[in-house]
C-alpha cells in the first residue's frame, strides 16, 4: 500500500514514497545547472555570511550548508544576555537570500577533495515516522532509516568557513554544566538562568546561604568575551536588579576568573591594567592564575580555593577545532591550534604542498602559513570580503592575484558603566589607545556601523534608547 511522508525542499512541504525516501534525502540537492559553477560556503559565521552576502549570485550556483539558519553578531552577544538588546538585533537570517541561494541546516562531516564531494548529516530535528522509538526527539540521531540520514554534495568550488568550538581544555563537567557564549542561543539560555537565579532566590524558604551560593556568577576566561559579560553582568546587577531585588543585589557577587597573570592579554598591558583597576572598584572580583580542575552540577572545585558553588558559570577561555577540520588529513595544518594553512591568497595547501585552486579556508578554522593573525571576528571578516572579491573575478574569467592584507582596525572591549577601553598600539598605522568614555563611544559607533542589515541600523540604536529610558526587561519567558 502506498504511504507517503512528507519531504521540506526550499521551504514546501511535498509527499514523497516511504520506499524512495532515503534516496531522495541523498541526491535530490546534487543537481544544478550545468551553466553555473556550483560554489558550496560551509558555514554562516563572519566569513561565509560576508561571502553569502557579496557573491555574484547570478554567476554562481551557490548552496550555503550551516548548522544554524542565521549569522550571529558576536560583539552583541553579551549585550543580549543580559537584556540591554533583544535577541533578533544580534542574527541576520540566511534564509534571506533564498531562493538565490540554496541553504540546507546540516553539518558537513567529510569532505572528499578528490572526488569533489561533501558528506552532510541534517541539523534539523529527525521526522517521525512508523516505529520510531524515538519520535518527537530534539537530539541528533542519524540511525534512523529515512530521517536524519546523511546527504551529499558535489561543488566546483568550496568555501570552508566552519569556524571553531568553544575550548575547555578537557575539563569535567563543563559541557554539561557550563555556559557558552557563542550564539543567540547560548545568551537566551543565560538571560533566563540569570532571571531563575533571582526568582529562586527571592524564595522565603531558602536561607541566606543558599541565597549567596545561587547569586555567585562566575565567568571562567579574561578575554574580550569574559570581561565584556563580565562588565553587562555589573551593569544589570547595578541597576534593574538592584531597583527590583534590593535585597537580593547586595548578595550577588561576579567573579572573573583566568589562567594567566592578567585578564585581557591580547591588549596593550597598560589597558589590561586599567580594566583589572575598574572591575576591583566595581566588586568584581578577578581570580588570576587560578585552575578550575572539575566542574559539577551548582559547583565547580578551583585548585587554588577548593569548592566554589556558583548559580551560573559561563565559560569563555578560547578556541577548539571544529570536528570537521580534525577529520581532514590530507591538508597542512597548524601544529598546536589544527587550523588549516592557506596560502595568501587563502587557498588550502595540500601535504605535498601544493596550493588547492579550488578549495579556500578562511576564518577560525584557518590561518595563513607564515603569518600570525588573531582568531578574530575582524580577520574573518575582512578574508571574507577579499575572497568575495575573487571569486567575483573567477567567474568572470578575470585575473586575481592579489595576495589577503589584513588591516588591522583595533580592539573594542567594553567595561560596564558607559566606559571601554581601545586599543590600535599593534596597528602599522596610526597607532593609538583610548579609555573611558571617549572609548565606550568608539565601541557603541563601531558596533552601529557594523550591523549588516538596515532593520538592525535600526532596532540596536532602538533598543539602546529604549533601556536607557525605561529599563532592561526583568520578565522570564
Known amino acids: 500500500m502506498f504511504k507517503a511522508h512528507l519531504s521540506v525542499v526550499c521551504g514546501r512541504v511535498q509527499p514523497r514514497p516511504a520506499k524512495s525516501s532515503v534516496s531522495a534525502a541523498r541526491t535530490f540537492a546534487s543537481s544544478a545547472p550545468r551553466s553555473k559553477q556550483r560554489l558550496v560556503i560551509l558555514g554562516s559565521g563572519w566569513g561565509g555570511y560576508e561571502i ?40 541576520e537570517p540566511v534564509r534571506k537570500f533564498s531562493p538565490q541561494v540554496v541553504c540546507y541546516q546540516a553539518w558537513c562531516d567529510t569532505i572528499d577533495f578528490k572526488q569533489k564531494t561533501l558528506k552532510c548529516t541534517p541539523a534539523t530535528a529527525p521526522l517521525e515516522y512508523e516505529g520510531s522509538a524515538t519520535a518527537g526527539t530534539t537530539t541528533k540521531d542519524t540511525s534512523d532509516p529515512g530521517t536524519s540520514n546523511a546527504f551529499k554534495l558535489r561543488y566546483d568550488k568550496l568555501v570552508i568557513a566552519v569556524g571553531a568550538y568553544s575550548q575547555t581544555f578537557n575539563v569535567p563537567g ?35 546561604v543558599q541565597r549567596r551560593n545561587l547569586l555567585n556568577f562566575c565567568i571562567v576566561g579574561g578575554g574580550p568575551t569574559g570581561v565584556e559579560f563580565s562588565a553587562e553582568l555589573h551593569d544589570l546587577l547595578h541597576a534593574e536588579i538592584q531597583r527590583h531585588y534590593p535585597t537580593l543585589a547586595r548578595m550577588a557577587k561576579i567573579t572573573l576568573y583566568d589562567v594567566a597573570p592578567n585578564i585581557l592579554g591580547s591588549f596593550d598591558k597598560s589597558l589590561g591594567i586599567y580594566a583589572e583597576n575598574k572591575f576591583r572598584r566595581d566588586g568584581i572580583s578577578i581570580k588570576t592564575r587560578h585552575h578550575v580542575e572539575r566542574v559539577e552540577k551548582d559547583r565547580m572545585f578551583v585548585k587554588e580555593q577548593g569548592e566554589v558553588p556558583f548559580g551560573l558559570l559561563v565559560w569563555s577561555t578560547g578556541l577548539a577545532p571544529n570536528p570537521l577540520i580534525q577529520s581532514i588529513d590530507s591538508l597542512e595544518k597548524h601544529d598546536k591550534t589544527q587550523s588549516l594553512f592557506t596560502d595568501q591568497n587563502l587557498n588550502v595547501i595540500t601535504k605535498e ?31 571574507g570580503k577579499y575572497l568575495a572579491q575573487k571569486l567575483n573575478k573567477i567567474v568572470k574569467d578575470q585575473e586575481h592575484t592579489k595576495p589577503f592584507e589584513f588591516q588591522n582596525q583595533g580592539s573594542l572591549a567594553y567595561l560596564g558603566d558607559w566606559k571601554a577601553i581601545y586599543d590600535r598600539s599593534s596597528a602599522e598605522t596610526v597607532k593609538t589607545k583610548e579609555t573611558g568614555r571617549v572609548a565606550w563611544l568608539l565601541w557603541r559607533s563601531a558596533y552601529f556601523t557594523m550591523t549588516l ?25
Not at 554567476?59 to 533578533?88: D, H, I, K, Q, Y
Not at 596550493?355 to 578554522?365: H, K, M, Q, T
Not at 542589515?453 to 522570564?476: A, E, M
Open 353 to 383: 604542498g601544493h596550493a588547492d585552486p579550488d578549495v579556500w579556508a578562511i576564518g577560525d578554522a584557518a590561518n595563513i602559513k607564515g603569518q600570525l593573525h588573531p582568531a578574530t571576528a575582524q580577520v574573518a571578516n575582512q578574508k
Open 453 to 477: 542589515s538596515i532593520r538592525n541600523k535600526i532596532l540596536v540604536p532602538t533598543y539602546w534608547f529604549l533601556n536607557w529610558i525605561f529599563g532592561r526587561d526583568l520578565t522570564r519567558f
Open 52 to 91: 553569502l552576502r557579496a557573491i555574484d549570485k547570478k554567476r554562481w550556483n551557490v548552496t550555503m550548508v550551516s548548522p544554524t539558519n542565521a549569522f550571529n553578531f558576536t560583539p552583541l552577544l553579551a549585550s543580549c544576555a543580559v537584556g540591554t538588546l533583544e535577541f533578533r538585533c544580534a542574527v
Open 174 to 208: 563543563v559541557k554539561e554544566h557550563a555556559h557558552f557564549l557563542k550564539d543567540v542561543r547560548d545568551a537566551r539560555a543565560i538571560r533566563t538562568r540569570i532571571i531563575d537565579c533571582f526568582e529562586q532566590a527571592n524564595q522565603p524558604v531558602l536561607s541566606d
